[in-house]
């Protein structure tokens, strides 16, 4: 059942990518450092590479490499200039952490030139390698893949040539697209990741998250479509509804975990959402013997301070996140790998020693770090620890594009509340129910709340029925191809 080691020192689930395009022709922003810095703000998205595309006078420019974004671009992107262009942030979902496998990808020559940044993970990529030859593919990545199929595609303009493409991918994707002095924005007929619009300046920007709009001097207008194409240019903002579905699958972690508590999703706040997870959470599973609520730091604390307020108890910290702690960084050995996990909070003694508290956090997936952390509020003198989880026990991998890859890596896939509890060291355990969690996204109740988050968003992490598309019954990292 429990996880004793694991590859990754974290117990979160690790993020997607962060994409942001950019078409401002005025001159009167430096549109290079603007990507950066708005990739800064989804740097929560993606930490193991960094990279930009920039286009003038029709050629394109990238700029890749490993690392955070102060780390790839530590002076800005000073030797890029041009009035549109894209960026991206990864974890690798496809493809292994390498500088090859970093985005934007390139592809193409001259006036043919096609920069491609995705969010998401193409579930049929092994079909669609097949049909294009390997010989023609560098990398094992989704987005370098689907750049080529655009690159090949027939077609008058590029706007038809990403129509002749989209029919043929399947699954999770949001793409920001550089192209002949235009970018192209296009998600998923099921929406199952972000991708938000707004004006900056005289032109347009694209982003994963409202929130890097914004700290540009944006102005945020509006999700983009399940299914749409928005083409940025010199005719301003072109929409094109170019995939229909009956039922869309927005990714129910997203409001959970992934997203920036500042974003906003649907006209739904992520720390409305979370602070109703806590609300909710207090109600289905309270803890009557606790004396304070702390949050596991950051995107428990608005869930744990709901929590606290709806049960009448105290909110303290009990924990302080270091600012240099690393998500992604991988250490060499397991030793190393428990220290970085040691190093990433520090408990503060006062508020947790000779106390019973509750402790909320956003999920659990091996267990281990969550032992450790009620470990040490144990060596810091806590009576009790009870431990709340705003959504549900993950039991399932992701297919989408999230770092979920097999039920083997979580610890509720064969173990029950009362088993994890212990293994955890916790004196209780209580989750979300699946109910919950869909009234507090939907922000409503009753049986509209619950129809609004079946048919509107993805929870196949949590039960067999939430996903969008029907997969294999042992879970062996293949979809299916049968939309249900």
Known sequence: MPLESSDSPFDSPREACGVIGIWEPSGSINLPDYLVLGLTELQHRGQESAGIAVCADGRIQTRVGMGKVREVFPHGATDLEGPVGIGHVRYSTTGSSTVQNAGPFLVGEHAGQVALAHNGNISNSEELRLMLGAAVLDTA????????????????????????????????????????????????????????????????????????????????????????????????????????????????????????????????PVYSVRQALGRQLAREQPAPTADVVSGVPDSAVPAAIAYAAEAGLPYTEAFIKSRYSDRSFIKPDQRLRQLEVDLKYSVVRPNVEGKRVLLVDDSIVRGNTMKRAIAALRNYGAREVHLRISSPPLRNPCFYGIDIGSDSDLIAADADERQIAAYVGA??????????????????????????????????????????????SAFDDREKLAQA
Request: hydrophobic fraction near 40%; glycine fraction near 12%; aromatic fraction near 10%.
């Open 427 to 472: 004196d209780s355990l209580g989750y979300l129910s699946l109910h919950g969690l869909a009234q507090a996204i939907t922000l409503g109740t009753g049986e509209e709340a619950q129809t609004a988050f079946h048919n509107n968003h993805c929870y196949g992490c949590f039960n067999k029925h939430g996903y969008p598309y029907s997969t294999h």
């Open 141 to 268: 990545t989704d987005s370098e893949m689907v750049a080529h199929l655009l690159l090949a595609a027939q077609g008058t303009n590029f706007a038809e040539k990403i129509r002749v493409v989209l029919p043929l991918l399947r699954g999770a994707y949001s793409f920001v697209i550089l192209s002949a002095g235009k970018v192209y924005g296009l998600r998923d007929p099921l929406g199952m990741r972000p991708l938000c619009l707004g004006r900056l300046g005289r032109g347009w920007i694209l982003a994963s998250e409202t929130s890097a709009i914004e700290k540009l001097g944006g102005a945020y207008e509006r999700d983009v479509r399940p299914g749409e194409l928005v083409e940025l240019g010199a005719e301003g903002l072109c929409s094109t509804q170019v995939a229909q579905s009956k039922r869309h699958a927005f990714c129910s972690f997203e409001y959970i975990y992934f997203a920036g508590a500042a974003s906003t999703f649907d006209q739904r």
